[in-house]
């Protein structure tokens, strides 16, 4: 059974770098047929997707993130991970992982626990 | 401002059917399948019900789901205690090329 689990650093300076790392196990990020998300989550809000990547090149951005994220994989690891740039006081959320099914009915089967980050000087 | 409109809030006392809506626009559910997620707080989100009532297994079949133009809508019958959890429904927007979300409904079985 494949499971996700995000890691990384739960405090993160206002115009510094957020980085996340969402190590996937019982499977293999580099199969075909799947997305590799990532959702965030302010404390007492809704959902946001933030993007997902495929086959380690192709990626889709929320627009209104783009100009900030990066997301990426390495299959050596069987890791994908997140970069936020210029981060504010904004950013501050859970962050989860997901693994999203492309074929047939897309959706967002697999979530890790999730991860909060903090951004405060 | 979540690109899906959902009410804030929904309650039922056990035994009940509640349903849950959401709207959205035809470049979201208008086009593309309607997915749903069951969030208890202070845990993950869960995938609970996908296009036309897929459900993953373990679900119960007391969850349904329908579909209409531009808007959706989650069942729930024979509500249970265990159902108290927020609902978020999503989908795939073409315009914006992403995932969107409703705003949640906080679901409290009376």
């Known amino acids: 059974q494949v499971q996700l689990q995000e890691s990384g650093p739960g405090l993160v300076k206002p115009s510094q770098t957020l980085s996340l790392t969402c190590t996937v196990s019982?499977?293999?990020?580099?199969?075909?047929?799947?997305?590799w998300s990532w959702i965030r989550q302010p404390a007492g809000k809704g959902l946001e997707w933030i993007g997902r990547?495929?086959?380690?090149?192709?990626?889709n951005y929320n627009p209104s993130l783009k100009s900030r994220v990066t997301i990426s994989t390495d299959t050596s690891k069987n890791q994908f991970s997140l970069r936020l740039s210029s981060v504010t006081a904004a950013d501050t959320a859970v962050y989860y992982c997901?693994?999203?099914?492309?074929?047939?009915?897309?959706?967002?089967?697999?979530w890790g626990q999730g991860t909060t980050v903090t951004v405060s000087s | 401002q979540s690109v899906l409109t959902q009410p804030p809030s929904a309650s039922g006392t056990p035994g009940q059917r509640v349903t849950i809506s959401c709207s959205g626009s035809?470049?979201?559910?208008?086009?593309?399948?309607v997915n749903w997620y069951q969030q208890v707080p202070g845990t993950a989100p869960k995938l609970l019900i996908y296009?036309?009532?897929q459900r993953p297994s373990g679900v119960p079949d007391r969850f349904s789901v329908s579909k209409s133009g531009t808007s959706a809508s989650l069942a729930i019958s024979g509500l249970q205690s265990e159902d108290e959890a927020d609902y978020y429904c999503?989908?795939?927007?073409?315009?914006?090329?992403?995932?969107?979300f409703g705003g949640g409904t906080k679901l409290t079985v009376l």
């Open positions: 997901a693994r999203e099914i492309r074929y047939g009915a897309s959706r967002m089967d697999v």
């Open positions: 019982g499977g293999s990020i580099s199969s075909g047929g799947f997305y």
């Open positions: 990547i495929y086959t380690s090149v192709t990626t």
């Open positions: 035809s470049s979201n559910i208008g086009t593309n399948t």
């Open positions: 296009t036309n009532s």
């Open positions: 999503a989908a795939w927007d073409d315009s914006l090329n992403g995932w969107v």
